[in-house]
């Protein structure tokens, strides 16, 4: 077996009590089937490590993209890692990152990205489908997601899968928290409408389909465009979709 690290792209924090080759243990539960595509395999496991924590950890074999940087590929999670660190720079909450690493193992490109748990957080989709807030509270949440998307958009940045399973909530204080997760698609766009109109096309009628009255998602398109996105699909919030997520 031979594989060489690339060390440009490494993002570390040490945790005590746990060497950084840990995280390429195929160890821990699956949190969904692994997606198998791209010429390779990605998949994500839950991980507890005691007197540690609990950890999410996204393992990629051969499961590439290719761009003019890397035209013969490299793995998604490279490109995930890059969106966390930009969300962070304008302001926007993602899972804390606790170690990213790259290789080239037997001929194809190994990727580890590891998240801490988001203890306390629910997600968009589960609080909604579970009534779990009165109509004031659901409120603040939606406007404080909408201040999240906006800030993301006037920075030019798309999310790329934007639905409410992929947003968590902590709703534990006066003022909620919003926090993106699954940001492999996320790319920066040349306008702002360029990077609002693709995530709002796939937000607003999910929401629309989770019980979020029509007029809260008109009053969304409206904002953004007072605040000079010029927003063109007049069917962004016109219906919901048949699923929810």
Not at 12 to 17: A, L, P, T, W
Not at 167 to 196: G, K, N, T, Y
Not at 211 to 218: D, K, M
């Amino acid at each position: 077996m031979r594989y060489a690290h690339d060390s440009r792209w490494q993002d570390r924090k040490m945790i005590e009590g746990v060497p950084g080759e840990t995280w390429w243990e195929d160890v821990g539960d699956l949190v969904e089937p692994a997606n198998e595509g791209r010429g390779g395999m990605s998949c994500v496991k839950r991980r507890v490590i005691d007197g540690v924590g609990t950890f999410y950890v996204k393992r990629q074999r051969g499961y590439s993209y290719r761009s003019l940087r890397h035209p013969f590929g490299r793995p998604t999670a490279l490109r995930e890692m890059f969106a966390m660190r930009a969300f962070r720079r304008i302001g926007i909450a993602t899972p804390e990152l606790v170690h990213f690493d790259l290789r080239h193992r037997d001929g194809a490109w190994e990727a580890v990205l590891v998240t801490r748990a988001l203890d306390g957080f629910i997600s968009l989709q589960d609080g909604l489908l579970a009534a779990r807030w009165r109509h004031e509270r659901k409120e603040r949440i939606l406007r404080a997601l909408v201040d999240a998307t906006e800030t993301l958009h006037r920075a030019r940045r798309r999310h790329g899968h934007l639905y409410p399973k992929e947003i968590f909530i902590d709703d534990r204080h006066a003022e909620p928290r919003v926090c993106f997760l699954d940001l492999e698609l996320s790319r920066r766009q040349w306008s702002m409408r360029a990077a609002a109109e693709p995530d709002l096309r796939h937000l607003l009628p999910s929401l629309r389909n989770l019980g979020v009255e029509a007029a809260f998602c008109r009053d969304i398109v409206e904002r953004y465009r007072r605040s000079g996105i010029a927003l063109r699909d007049e069917r962004i919030a016109a219906r919901p979709r048949q699923r929810a997520y």
